[in-house]
């Protein structure tokens, strides 16, 4: 089984929210600050637009004493980036790339030694209206040349792309509390 991973993800392992996490998965699920959450029972994933919402969340989980990296390895936690993968080599889950269908390819994030190719997505989530399908990156050095603040709305972030004439939206999920 795998946990689909889009954007910049937190990769968790389920058994150490059941173990840490006040109130175990359900108060975990309540908490998750956006609708991104999906798990295939022994991995988590929640997907951020911007890598401090993601920064952000870990440091809250790491407040509860979840370990994001131990000597550079990541221990609770691993962080993937939709396109690169794994941002530390990580020793107990495998990170790659899925044909849903033909054309429909998604990047994932399994425990090690799992062997099913299901991939859990999260609810509602659809292919045609993914990042898997249409993924833009814009590096933070780039924001200021190619992406123009228009406005916050309905908890995204809308730009206009200076290059396309068109408006981009970034997903925030803001400060994430520990609950």
């Not at 910049?8 to 840490?20: H, L």
């Not at 975990?28 to 890598?51: H, I, W, Y």
């Not at 999920?173 to 609950?179: A, D, E, I």
């Amino acid at each position: 089984m795998a946990v689909l991973v889009e954007a910049i993800s937190a990769i968790i392992r389920v058994r150490t929210i059941e173990e840490i996490y006040p109130g175990q998965w359900p108060a975990f699920v309540k908490a998750v600050p956006n609708q991104t959450l999906c798990s295939d029972n022994e991995l988590a994933r929640v997907g951020f637009m911007t890598p401090d919402d993601c920064k952000h969340f870990v440091t809250g989980l790491e407040s509860l004493g979840f370990t994001y990296l131990s000597n550079g390895d990541p221990r609770d936690i691993v962080v993937a980036d939709q396109m690169r993968g794994f941002l530390a080599k990580c020793d107990w889950a495998n990170f790659g790339r899925i044909e849903l269908t033909p054309g429909q390819i998604v990047s994932a994030a399994q425990l090690k030694g799992t062997t099913s190719r299901r991939i859990f997505c999260p609810d509602g989530w659809t292919y045609e209206d993914s990042l898997s399908q249409s993924y833009g990156f814009v590096p933070s050095a780039e924001t200021e040349k190619s992406l123009k603040f228009l406005r916050h709305e309905d908890g995204l972030d809308v730009y206009l792309n200076v290059l396309t004439g068109e408006e981009a939206y970034i997903g925030r999920t803001g400060h994430w509390t520990v609950h």
